[in-house]
């Protein structure tokens, strides 16, 4: 039973690449389907047209920050940029419409909007290209030499 106070410790960055890779996904079929009605037939029933504000605009930043977050390339700023995007959405496209979510149909653009915010904090998890970039910058910076006595011996600043 013990083990089990151990879960977030042990699988939290596993738990958060879940779902950033599911966020990502979600975030990308909106997009895909907004772009080119795959999976699915887009709300209203027809594509954003090539260059539409704000239509054509958010449907690429949900592809390009959908893909980023299912990868984990530049998480926090497809996050940022996602985040943005939703509450841009919310309180441009939605508000109008009603005072809540549940009102105005604005549920998908907060739910968004709320959930790349936290990625913001948390980051990209394990799984992430993110990391391995890390790891190799790591691994390419070379290690400080160790001090040696004459360069912490105050003495030895001084003129014999």
């Known amino acids: 039973m013990n083990s089990v106070r151990h879960w977030p410790d042990r699988f939290g960055d596993h738990a958060v690449a879940a779902f950033r890779i599911a966020v990502g996904f979600l975030f990308l079929c909106h997009g895909t389907t907004s772009l080119w009605a795959w999976p699915a037939e887009p709300y209203g029933g027809t594509t954003a047209q090539l260059g539409a504000w ?6 690429i930043i949900q592809v390009v920050c959908g893909t980023a977050l299912i990868v984990g390339l530049g998480t926090r700023l497809a996050a940022f940029l996602g985040s943005g995007s939703m509450a841009y959405a919310y309180f441009w496209g939605h508000q109008a419409d009603g005072a809540l979510p549940i009102q105005n149909d604005g549920e998908s653009a907060a ?30 910076t070379p290690e400080p030499a160790p001090a040696t006595a004459t360069d912490t011996d105050p003495a030895s600043l001084v003129d014999a």
């Open 111 to 140: 739910l968004f909007c709320w959930a790349m915010f936290v990625l913001i904090f948390l980051g990209s998890g394990s799984w992430a290209v993110d990391r391995l970039l890390a790891r190799r910058r790591e691994e390419a």
């Open 54 to 59: 704000p239509g054509w605009w958010g449907a």
